[in-house]
């Protein structure tokens, strides 16, 4: 089966109008106090604003009931209060979404997006606790942490869908990046996670040859995606042991009439940016990070002749996983991965990443 990623347009790009009305935490105390996050976020004190998919943020409270401060009109997310999801929100708006009638004690909540929406900045504002309540100090991060990079099977694209067949509508409600097989994956494993996935983009080309004038390499750098030129800037908290790169299904999508390529300078162009980019992550968070770069469907080889080369050009901390597609239904919105898959694609790659020499 062939493995499409689809996107009505990518490259939008325009900055976020002014944000206001947000409710604000005490004078006491900034989000960043209040929760831990891994995501890539712009931190404003009172708020924090994000764009990829699957940014969590995670907390501890006292009392019966907590207050969610978001403004997104334009994703989903998920509310779990002591590891169950007590709440779905639909493109929310600006608002303090109440959860009562808890047990009075001590609770953890994490808040997670959904979905992705390139094209808009989501604002998260922290936890209000209920009267008698009290927001508590927030957890502790995990020791492990990995990064995954990708298009729309990273993003987890329409995989709670249980169908082939969706509109945008019903694709938007249907993708849960939180059991995406990147979150699932790192959750097996402990590991604090960023899903860093764009969906319909490549490396060198995008589906359908959409947007010619951008790749995914375009947004990488960026916290706010929607934010021409804006760059992420990590905490120094950020500091991967594992990266895991699955780009290549848009790059190898059907040529269309016009397009600039051949297959033979499809392939070529793809490799030299492959490693470009592999050797650009290498700088960015130094030796002792394993890079494992994913082959599926059309870039299987291409990926593995690009990990051999770094190979011989002696960094070992390269390595190529082959994503297998037995067992995989892809029953997610226009045949995409779907839950099922992504739980299988979990058990598969968490035993392969413990396997790494990554100081685990």
């Known amino acids: 089966m062939t493995f499409r990623d689809r996107n009505a347009n990518p490259g939008r790009e325009r900055r976020p109008a002014a944000l206001a009305g947000v409710t604000t935490l005490p004078a006491s105390k900034s989000v960043s106090e209040q929760v831990h996050t891994a995501g890539r976020i712009k931190d404003l004190g009172r708020t924090v604003q994000f764009s990829w998919p699957g940014v969590y943020f995670e907390g501890r409270f006292r009392g019966t009931g907590l207050g969610v401060v978001l403004d997104c009109a334009a994703a989903d997310y998920d509310v779990q209060v002591d590891g169950v999801t ?20 001590e609770h953890t909540v994490r808040v997670v997006k959904r979905n992705d929406t390139p094209g808009d900045t989501s604002t998260f504002g922290g936890f209000v606790a209920a009267p008698g309540g ?24 329409g995989n709670v869908s249980g169908t082939r067949d969706c509109n945008p509508e019903r694709l ?15 959750q097996q494993l402990d590991a604090d996670y960023q899903i860093n996935g764009f969906s319909g983009l490549g490396m060198v080309r995008n589906v359908a040859g959409i947007v010619p004038d951008v790749t995914y390499r375009t947004y990488y750098d960026r916290a706010l995606l929607n934010v021409d030129g804006d760059v992420w800037q990590n905490p120094g908290t950020w500091r991967p042991q594992i990266v895991v790169v699955n780009l290549g ?3 190898f999508s059907d040529l269309t009439p016009g397009e600039p390529w051949t297959p033979d300078s499809l392939a070529a162009a793809y490799c030299t940016a492959y490693g470009e980019f592999l050797r650009e992550l290498r700088t960015r968070y130094g030796a002792g990070t394993t ?48 839950a099922h898959d992504d739980r299988v694609i979990a058990d598969r790659l968490a035993p392969f990443l413990s396997s790494l020499r990554t100081g685990w």
């Not at 070992?316 to 994503?323: A, E, Q, T």
């Open 86 to 105: 007590v709440a779905t929100l639909v493109t929310p708006g600006d608002t303090t979404h109440w959860v009562n009638g808890l047990r009075d004690g």
């Open 291 to 338: 890079l494992v770069a994913v082959g599926f469907d059309r870039n299987t080889e291409h990926v593995r002749q690009v990990v051999e080369a770094r190979n011989d050009a002696g960094d070992s901390g390269v390595h190529y996983w082959f994503l297998e597609q037995s067992g995989l239904d892809f029953l997610g919105c226009d045949g995409h991965t779907s």
């Open 172 to 186: 938007k409600r249907n993708t849960n990046t939180d059991v995406s097989h990147g979150a699932l994956t790192a």
């Open 134 to 157: 009290a927001v508590l100090s927030k957890p502790a991060p995990r020791n492990r942490q990995i990064e995954f990079i990708g298009d729309s099977l990273t993003v987890g694209y």
């Open 249 to 251: 299904s848009n790059d």
